[in-house]
């Protein structure tokens, strides 16, 4: 078995071994793999953090051992905190870095950083403020940051910043923690999931207080939530139909 971290910012997971295929997800600065087929320019990886499969360029990832893969894998994550940092290799080379890169790593790849660190468990309170972070990000399929991000990305990585995990897509993250009868149940902080009209998941939210719901549709925003859904002010119209509700922690 073959091993693998990301040493750059950014860089495209996709569904196939070419440029051309869908942007399936981003691995972020600081993540590790297992390397589970490999050809001449692009390898599949399993990233650890959430078994989640697809296809990265060799050129936008370092191998490592499978001692140092364990490792990382033992560790509680540390998280940058800032928007935009840099990284410094021994060179004084800087590398940047955003919210929610994994700092695991710096001393596997060589590098320092001085910003803003995470790396316990958050209150459940604190999930909101963090979700603002993300405040009119715009929507991308397959994004995880805030120059970009999906509906899935937005509530993995507002979870992950605060020490929770969640799997990639939505349809995953429902079968995740415990569901409950009414919206008035809910607390800030739970997971609205939606479905389409076939009955499969393809949308979440963050509930907040007093019924509004912050989730990644067209841009990260803000919208009201009821018992048939999401109502987008804007449009004057229901745009997602509500499924379930979920309480992860």
């Known amino acids: ?77 540390k998280l940058s905190l800032d928007l935009v940092e840099f990284v410094q290799d021994s060179n004084a080379q800087l590398y940047p870095i955003q919210l929610g890169a994994t700092l695991n790593g710096l001393s596997l790849l060589g590098h320092t950083f001085d910003g803003s660190i995470t790396g316990h468990n958050s209150n459940k309170s604190n999930l909101i403020a963090t979700a603002f972070l993300y405040l009119n990000s715009p929507y991308l399929w397959g994004g995880k940051t805030p120059f970009g991000i999906d509906c899935s990305g937005f509530t993995q990585m507002v ?20 569901p409950l009868s009414f919206i008035e149940e809910s607390e800030p902080g739970d997971l609205a999931f939606f479905d389409n009209n076939e009955g499969a998941i393809i949308h979440v939210g963050i509930i907040m207080k007093d019924n509004y719901i912050i989730h990644a549709h067209g841009k990260v925003r803000i919208d009201r939530l009821d018992h048939s859904g999401i109502y987008n002010a804007d449009k004057r119209a229901h745009t997602h139909k509500l499924r379930v509700i979920k309480k992860i922690i």
Do not use: H
Not at 17 to 26: G, H, I, R
Not at 160 to 178: F, I, V
């Open 159 to 178: 979870y992950k910043l605060n020490g929770y995990k969640l799997l990639r897509d939505a349809s995953q993250q429902a079968t995740q923690g415990e």
């Open 1 to 77: 078995m073959q091993y693998g971290i990301c040493n750059l910012s950014i860089v495209p997971l996709r569904g196939e071994p070419t440029d051309k295929s869908e942007l399936v997800s981003q691995v972020l600065y600081g993540d590790f793999f297992k390397v589970i087929e490999q050809r001449k320019n692009w390898s599949k990886i399993r990233l650890a953090f959430d078994a989640y499969e697809g296809w990265i360029d060799n050129k936008q990832y370092l191998e490592i051992n499978g001692e140092a893969y364990n490792q990382l894998n033992a560790e509680t994550p």
